[in-house]
């Protein structure tokens, strides 16, 4: 069992290129977000989905995009990379979003380095 | 936004002894969670407390929801070297589909 499967995990961009982070999870899970983890910040929200077809707005969605267009994929655009964008990367799901347990399963994360 | 304000940020200490951490805020969540990140790997869940006053136990960690909501702790007792890594606290709000995550405790255990 897979889990939350990140790709690419690691990742070295130019100022102002575009990219996609991969995510996807076989666990059926109906809730996916991404997060971003920088050093003496914790984990901030991008982005979420509780659905297919359904996203919303985190702390920190400026400068992202993502869509859902199927329950197992969520990838998280960056339309125009910046340095401020260096950062580790998250995808998390959980089952039926976080109305029960709060439980996210988070994969192993993608680290992105814009020069 | 809103904000979890975590401490300590690290801690070194010895094989064996005994590990407190906790969070603060200034508003009141539904849910306190605590995860782990251990190097290279994405956080996992270690406890979830969802009453003010409640203290739950999992092996060697205890936590508690403290009584005005605002608050959380998380101990670790006898501590042993693969107890080493970030340890994060999150809260969420009633109804909301999403953590507000604090800033981390790294753990560095020295044998």
């Known amino acids: 069992n897979a889990g939350v499967t990140q790709t690419p995990k690691f990742q070295v961009l130019k100022t102002g290129q575009s990219m996609t982070l991969q995510c996807a999870q076989d666990?059926?899970?109906?809730?996916m977000s991404w997060y971003r983890q920088d050093p003496g910040m914790g984990l901030r929200l991008i982005h979420y989905s509780v659905g297919a077809g359904i996203t919303d707005q985190g702390e920190v969605p400026n400068g992202y995009n993502v869509s859902r267009s199927t329950t197992e994929d969520f990838p998280l655009r960056l339309l125009s990379a910046a340095p401020s964008q260096t950062s580790v990367y998250f995808c998390a799901s959980s089952f039926r979003g976080l109305s029960g347990t709060g439980e996210l399963f988070f994969g192993e994360g993608s680290r992105l380095t814009v020069l | 936004g809103q904000q979890l304000n975590q401490s300590p940020q690290s801690m070194f200490i010895q094989e064996g002894e005994d590990v407190s951490m906790n969070c603060t805020s200034s508003s009141i969540f539904n849910t306190w969670l605590w995860y782990k990140q251990d190097p290279g790997e994405g956080p996992v869940l270690l406890i979830a407390l969802y009453k003010a006053g409640e203290l739950t136990s999992n092996g060697r960690l205890t936590a508690q929801f403290g009584i005005t909501r605002k608050d959380s702790f998380l101990n670790i007792s006898a501590s042993i070297p693969s107890d080493v890594g970030i340890y994060f606290c999150?809260?969420?709000?009633?109804?909301?589909?999403?953590?507000?995550f604090g800033q981390g405790t790294r753990l560095t255990i020295n044998p």
């Open positions: 666990m059926n899970h109906e809730y």
């Open positions: 999150a809260g969420q709000f009633w109804g909301a589909q999403k953590l507000v």
